[in-house]
């Protein structure tokens, strides 16, 4: 670098022209020293160095900041017409101001308005397509849309949002239907891996021959059909993310080991490979299978059992959970009035004492589809008794023959009482306050289920 002081003047004048902003510097007296070109275009000033700011231009308060010694920032001041959006910055050497710089950032206020409109347009484009790839590979469920009225279900939501934010592998049990994926999707919604992908993978889905290379991935000419480039197994997609391994209970016992070293080395070698690739996976898995009996029968390896029992998560099923088949019902209704266009605005108590008195054998997957059903069934914006259609355990049907109301009705107030009963430890008058009935009403119940009409 030169050491000649003439050379950084010239380095200085010379930027202060190449700039696209208009620029000004007066003394503390208000007297330019200096103005740019594209400052004295716009003004049409011919000679104003040495002339005071209020003579060249209007509406200024450079010699305002001079008195004062605060600066203005992104000011509108008025120019020729025009709204200009400018800057006043006091020059301080020391202590002492030697002088004033003026910016004009916008040459025009439309211009600052066209500016903004296209950052508005490319905000609403990014959230456009972070919400796409979201949609595609992120959560699609959180724990606010988890129903947890029960002590049992705020218990496991609890536990759930308490492990979300490690990377404590979870494994997460429960019947069919019971919402253990809903419980995986909120789990990394809720994680520092949110923004990174949510993969799935069904292991009951798949068949054996192909589940190795979906979760591992094959590189070319590994087996006859593979891709020339190869393919990126579920593990590499869920890289920063997480993986859920969805029906866990149904993977090959060949595939558990590798699973297991994948899990323990952080490293996936794709079929065919020569050398291990790191990955940065969360893994959550599920399954609706007794493990522990799976284990015992050796279909399940021990050491990938204790690997994934870290933090496991038992989902219970809705017959545990009755308090909470209210606001169950509410929930799917919205969705599936949205889904269908289909209002509901009430439920008839009759089909309200069939839906509470169900056991639900499919969960909240049963629940879903009944009341969906239902809905196609509507005539009016009333749910009624007719068209909540349920399976009856213990009537006998034949062919296509439907079960009467009757029958309906009878064999699920026969479920009902027994259930009390259990509940209640075999006191009947404990089970009768469950039920919400009276004594002797409950009575009659249970004299019909228990005394057998003489033949």
Known sequence: ????????????EAVFEKAYECMVITDPEGIILFMNNSYRDFLGAVDPVGKHITQVIENTRMHIVAKTGKQEI???????????????????????????????????????????ANIDQLKQELAYYKGELHRKLGAAYTFDQIVSISHEMQQCKALAEKVANSDTTVLITGESGTGKELFAHAIHAASRRAMGPFIRVNCAAIPDSLLE???FGYEEGAFTGALRKGKKGKFELADRGTLLLDEI???PHNLQAKLLRILQEKEVERIGGSHPIPINVRVIASTNRDLTTLM????????LFYRLHVVSIHIPP??????????????????????????????DERAWELIRYHTWPGNV???????????????????????????VPGVKQQDNQVPTLKE??????????LRAVQAAGGNKRKAAKMLGIGKSSFYQKWDKITIQPQK
Do not use: C, W
């Not at 670098?1 to 200085?12: E, H, I, K, N, Q």
């Not at 809705?318 to 929930?331: G, M, Q, S, T, Y």
């Open 1 to 12: 670098m030169s050491s000649d002081p003439t050379f950084y003047t010239t380095l200085l």
């Open 74 to 116: 992104a000011e509108i001041q008025k120019i020729n017409g025009r709204e200009m959006i400018a800057n006043r910055v006091p020059i301080y050497n020391g202590d002492t101001m030697v002088a004033v710089l003026g910016t004009v950032m916008f040459q025009d206020v439309r211009q600052l308005h066209a500016l903004a």
């Open 318 to 347: 809705i017959r545990k959970r009755i308090e909470d088949l209210p606001e169950l019902v509410n929930v799917l209704l919205d969705q599936l009035m949205e889904s269908t266009g289909i209002i509901v605005k009430e439920i």
């Open 296 to 303: 015992k029968e050796g279909h399940f390896r021990e050491d």
């Open 408 to 417: 309906v009705l009878a064999e699920a107030e026969k479920e009902a009482v």
């Open 213 to 215: 290379s979906e979760l």
């Open 249 to 251: 209970g149904d993977m």
């Open 365 to 391: 997957r049963e629940l879903r589809n009944m009341l969906e059903r239902a809905l196609h069934m509507m005539d009016g914006k009333r749910l009624e008794l007719e068209h909540v259609i349920l399976p």
